[in-house]
């Protein structure tokens, strides 16, 4: 079976830290592009933080740079979003994603167009101030 499960999610202090886990199954994540979208209440998808298999390249939204990490262990066939310094405006359902690389023109148009093969049940993150 083809799928993306998700843990990790909670709540969390301002300031703290959380590190999403996102384990495939039923097919290579290393042969794909990856990344992580979220969605908070009344607001569209955002691609948080991406990365393309093909060359390397991430993207990352403005608000998360520097604070959020993309990483992938191809040994475990999982990939992982590592927040930290989590501010008031970072809670929602953190999805991960996976498209085949060859689809990405660029991580970046991917990111922000969020288009993928494959999506995460989503996890919630919290943050309380």
């Known amino acids: 079976q083809v799928q993306l499960v998700e843990s990790g999610g909670g709540l969390v202090q301002s300031g703290g830290s959380l590190r999403l886990s996102c384990a495939a199954s039923?097919?290579?994540?290393?042969?794909?592009?990856i990344g992580w979208f979220r969605q908070a209440p009344g607001k569209e998808r955002e691609g948080v933080v991406c990365?393309?298999?093909?060359?390397?390249?991430?993207y990352s939204t403005n608000s998360v740079k520097g604070r959020f990490t993309i990483s992938r262990d191809n040994a475990k066939n999982t990939m992982y979003l590592q927040m930290n310094s989590l501010k008031p405006e970072d809670p929602a359902v953190y999805y991960c994603?996976?498209?085949?690389?060859?689809?990405?023109?660029?991580?970046?148009?991917?990111?922000?167009?969020?288009?993928?093969?494959?999506w995460g049940q989503g996890t919630q993150v919290t943050v309380s101030s």
């Open positions: 994603a996976a498209i085949a690389k060859w689809k990405i023109t660029t991580v970046q148009i991917w990111c922000l167009v969020g288009e993928s093969d494959y």
């Open positions: 039923g097919f290579t994540l290393d042969h794909y592009g």
């Open positions: 990365l393309s298999s093909r060359d390397g390249s991430t």
